[in-house]
């Protein structure tokens, strides 16, 4: 009986790029997300009290919804 060995080791350096690449992946999103969510508050920002009113927010709502949003949308 033989037996095959595919344990093979991943070339010299590999590891080390996709360190690197995934740590520019995560900068990206998160510079993403953060032009969303200043995007968001923007918008609602200019929006009336009253405006706001109508959809049921307050003026103080607004950092944590826009930080919600963004998050929500990256996640899809």
Do not use: K, W
């Amino acid at each position: 009986m033989s037996v095959i060995d595919y344990n093979r080791s991943a070339p010299l350096g590999s590891v080390s790029a996709f360190r690197v690449i995934s740590l520019i992946e995560r900068a990206i999103d998160a510079f993403t997300t953060r032009r969303s969510v200043n995007a968001t508050m923007r918008a609602l920002s200019n929006l009336s009290d009253q405006q706001l009113r109508d959809i049921g927010l307050h003026r103080g709502d607004i950092p944590t919804l826009a930080g919600d949003l963004a998050r929500e949308s990256a996640v899809r």
